[in-house]
């Protein structure tokens, strides 16, 4: 899922500052399990937003709403009633999200309430980690399921590099796993260590953030115009 945390508060009210009627949206999705953008997220940040601009002498209107899901324009336009009577719309949920309201919207202010991380998952309650950087051009299949462009902190394909002691990694010993040791450890227990001796090739980043916008079109199911 998508990983995402709340900015900081100074700079959400930083942004918001010009405005006298908002709109927050959360998301019921990916921000909403890693407790960044969802319906109680909303409700505590408008609280926050209306007490911290009483005390200043400003009273701010702030209307709150939780879509099912942010990065799709069916359920977007939901805010089309809404939208008109606010000055702003601060959204919640990760940058996707935002960019499809934009999209719908396009005379409307949208600010971003979050920062997005990265593709992770929970690690233990309130923890998580990064464990895909969407990349277009998956090795897991070389790697015993684990992503080194992702869990390495050089993203190499061939490792692991000489700052690796002990299975960490020089970046930060303590709390670094070496995403090669991973690999190493796995592939042990599966007994497939020959994979290492597999050399594989210079990463072809064409598929990743080179060359624009990336897409996928299906043609088998869309619909015929």
Not at 58 to 80: A, N, Y
């Amino acid at each position: 899922m998508i990983i995402a945390e709340r900015k900081p508060f100074d700079e959400i009210k930083a942004m918001v500052a010009p405005n006298k009627k908002l709109l927050i949206v959360g998301c019921k999705t990916c921000v909403t399990v890693c407790l960044a953008g969802g319906e109680k997220e909303v409700g505590i940040l408008a609280s926050e937003l209306k007490l911290a601009f009483r005390k200043e002498g400003k009273e701010i209107e702030c209307t709150e709403i939780t879509l099912e899901r942010q990065c799709e324009k069916e359920f977007v336009r939901e805010l089309k009633d809404k939208i008109n009577s606010v000055d702003a719309i601060l959204s919640m949920g990760c940058g996707v999200g935002v960019q499809a309201i934009v999209e719908e919207f396009p005379q409307s202010i949208v600010y971003p309430a979050l920062n997005t991380k990265f593709y992770g998952m929970p690690e233990e309650q309130g923890v998580w980690k990064e464990m895909c950087a969407g990349c277009g051009n998956c090795i897991l299949h070389l790697t015993a399921g684990v992503c080194p462009i992702a869990r390495c902190s050089k993203s190499i394909l061939n490792g692991p590099c000489g700052g690796s002691v002990n299975g960490k990694c020089e970046v930060d010993p303590q709390n670094i796993p070496c995403g090669w040791q991973l690999i190493y450890d796995r592939l042990e227990k599966l007994g497939q260590l020959n994979l290492l001796e597999e050399i594989i090739p210079i990463k072809d980043w064409s598929t990743s953030h080179y060359g624009g916008v990336r897409k996928i079109v299906r043609e088998d199911i869309k619909l015929s115009t």
